[in-house]
């Protein structure tokens, strides 16, 4: 046993120095040698000590997550993104006690993990959660190389710190993965909730700690004698830390992180400045929601420069052109970005943007990168020209307001394809297995060019298709016929109205109860509806003025397609009742959550203010959550809405 115990121990050595260290000692070889041997002994024996290494292979997956309920409660941080408010904030601190000093660290862009040891051994790991309550994930978390499954400290602990994937590991996985991550964050938690700890395993994550949440019987002072503990103690810790006496000093500490951050191999998204000593921050204290002794101050959206080669223009399902840049692959938020948008010609012409110039491109809170303006010109600039005509039929264009259409609606192939992919959505007729791809074949191979087309299709037709076997078919033939039967608001959103969105047709069937009084209603009428203005209302009216459009839709009623009448909702238990919803739910989606408080008289908003009465928290929830306990606003959880319903 002690021959096999000082084997774990010299591969965990050499393990720490490889993973955390980056100074391997021992060749890849040597590694497999000594790792072989273990594995050779502990098959002889039976026995398999508590750290070794063979255990972070992964075992069988894990039917669901158990919840863990933390007993150190997992705070938020308070956050600014101006220097003016860091130095307001660093004043304040200041002004209790003129000596204090700052510990300035990294802001880690990943997923937040709990771990607990006790006698040493880790016994528990687990998501942050709502803060109080997270995820049980011990199980994934002993997969990760640079977690310690021993430690030397022998008394209870409880670490805190950020599970990520290394953007060379992002890069190494996709070169050979059947389907390539977005960007390291998802990717990190992804793995950490997935329930094969496999999975985990696979995607080579790290973790970065960074705090002592609970220790038994062991005096820390400071924040620096608690990252001297942790690194002592083998956890992988970051040196790339300040202690910082004045505003001024912490100021150029972040603005050098800044600077760093584009150098890194894991993503950051700020810094976080807090307190050094543990005794002055007992003084400071909490809020509910955060310590007042941190802050993290968050940079702007990140940015890179790279060359514009040309620009695409994309004809949407309503006519409109969009010109879309294409510009040569730059790293942005662990992503490679080839595209990003332009919006119309007028913001081609307000940036200034010329081909082979060099652009600031955005790409912040993963949305759709966007050009932000001109960052050098280049011998071959060459403006960009205003096209004159529909890149897919050919059509002239019509210029209306800041943005150019094709009229063309019902003879443009790139308008009629997305139409159908967009009425096969979701969130309209949910006909699943209709997609870009699909609609294009729908349209090239079988010349459906209307909506009323779909409803024509049988199973020799959909033979011909890519990728139709006999189940795919049957479950396309299914969600045909389950169409046929609507709701208004779902029948008003698959129309694919200019200006239209879920939110939008939900009102108008509200306000209209039946298809025939939504078709024939007003501007005047429409524009009494909240939120409604004078855009909105001549686009609904606009498109029953258009002949075209009234026999699609009277097709689709000779095709068996009834839209249900608006019904005021069966129960009023939420009534003037009005809902924020935040984090991910138990057992029920956004959209089903949703559902069910309008079903019940309810009311849901997507911000939060003093009219709102509930807060809807799920786990990972965001600023939302935060600004309702700063309001004062009532927090309730999935399992006490449904009691307020029952």
Not at 161 to 176: F, P
Request: aromatic share 8%; glycine share 6%; hydrophobic share 35%.
């Amino acid at each position: 046993m002690d021959e096999m115990q000082e084997l774990v121990n010299l591969i965990n050595y050499h393990n720490y120095n490889y993973y955390c260290l980056d100074n391997p000692t021992i060749s890849d070889a040597e590694w497999d040698k000594l790792y072989d041997k273990l594995l050779e002994m502990e098959a002889k024996t039976g026995v398999v000590l508590p750290d070794s290494p063979t255990k972070k292979v992964g075992g069988e997956p894990l039917s669901a997550f158990k919840k863990y309920t933390h007993e150190i409660t997992l705070y938020s941080l308070e956050k600014c993104n101006q220097y003016q408010d860091l130095t307001d904030w660093l004043n304040d601190k200041k002004a209790k006690n003129k000596n204090i000093n700052f510990f300035v660290e990294y802001k880690y862009d990943g997923l937040t993990i709990s771990i607990t040891y006790e006698n040493g051994i880790l016994v528990n790991a687990a998501t942050r959660g709502n803060g109080f309550v997270g995820e049980d994930v011990t199980e994934q978390v002993k997969t990760i190389r640079t977690v310690p499954l021993k430690i030397d400290y022998k008394g209870k602990v409880i670490v805190q710190g950020e599970a990520i994937m290394k953007l060379s590991e992002l890069s190494k996985y996709n070169k050979t993965a059947e389907e390539p991550l977005k960007n390291a964050r998802n990717a990190a938690a992804g793995a950490i909730r997935n329930l094969d700890p496999k999975v985990t395993k696979s995607r080579n994550l790290d973790v970065i700690f960074y705090s002592i949440n609970y220790i038994d019987n062991f005096d820390i002072k400071t924040q620096v004698e608690s990252h001297k503990f942790l690194k002592d103690n083998h956890f992988n810790v970051c040196d790339d830390w300040k202690i910082c006496n004045t505003i001024e000093e912490v100021e150029m500490a972040v603005k050098q992180i800044d600077v760093e951050k584009s150098k890194l191999d894991f993503l950051i998204d700020g810094a976080v400045i807090k307190i050094n000593d543990i005794s002055e921050r007992k003084m400071f204290g909490y809020t509910a929601k955060f310590p007042r002794w941190a802050i993290a101050f968050k940079f702007e959206a990140q940015e890179m420069s790279s060359k514009l080669t040309n620009i695409i223009w994309q004809v949407g399902r309503t006519g409109k052109i969009t010109p879309i840049a294409e510009i040569e692959p730059v790293e942005l938020a662990g992503a490679t970005v080839k595209r990003a948008t332009l919006n119309n010609y007028n913001d081609i012409l307000r940036k200034k943007v010329k081909l082979n110039d060099y652009v600031f491109v955005r790409r912040s809170n993963e949305v759709i990168p966007e050009i932000l303006g001109v960052a050098r010109e280049t011998e071959d600039s060459t403006p960009i020209q205003k096209i004159e005509y529909c890149p897919s039929c050919g059509s002239k264009l019509v210029e209306i307001g800041a943005n150019l259409f094709c009229k063309n609606t019902f003879h443009c192939a790139e308008q009629i394809v997305d139409r159908l992919t967009h009425y096969a959505s979701r969130d309209a007729m949910n006909l699943i297995g209709i997609r870009d791809k699909t609609s294009k074949q729908l349209f090239e191979i079988l010349g459906v060019t209307n909506v009323a087309d779909i409803y024509n299709l049988k199973e020799e037709d959909l033979k011909k298709l890519d990728g139709f076997k006999d189940k795919k078919i049957t479950n396309l033939l299914n969600a045909i016929e389950n169409s046929k039967t609507v709701e208004l608001d779902k029948f008003i959103y698959s129309l694919g109205i200019l200006n239209i969105g879920k939110k939008s047709a939900k009102l108008l069937a509200k306000e209209f109860k039946t298809i025939e009084n939504f078709k024939n209603a007003s501007v005047e009428q429409i524009n009494n509806i909240f939120d409604f203005g004078d855009v909105m209302s001549e686009s609904v009216v606009e498109y029953f003025k258009n002949e075209n459009n009234i026999e699609i839709i009277n097709k689709l009623f000779e095709k068996g397609v009834k839209v249900l009448d608006y019904k005021e909702e069966k129960s009023q238990k939420l009534s003037s009742m009005t809902f924020v919803l935040t984090g991910t739910l138990p057992s029920l989606s956004r959209d089903e959550a949703t559902k069910l408080i309008e079903d019940n008289g309810g009311t849901v908003t997507s911000s939060v203010s003093k009219k709102t009465d509930f807060i809807l928290l799920g786990e990972e929830p965001g600023s939302k959550y935060q600004k309702g306990l700063e309001l004062g606003i009532k927090i309730i959880d999935e399992k006490e809405l449904k009691k307020m319903i029952e």
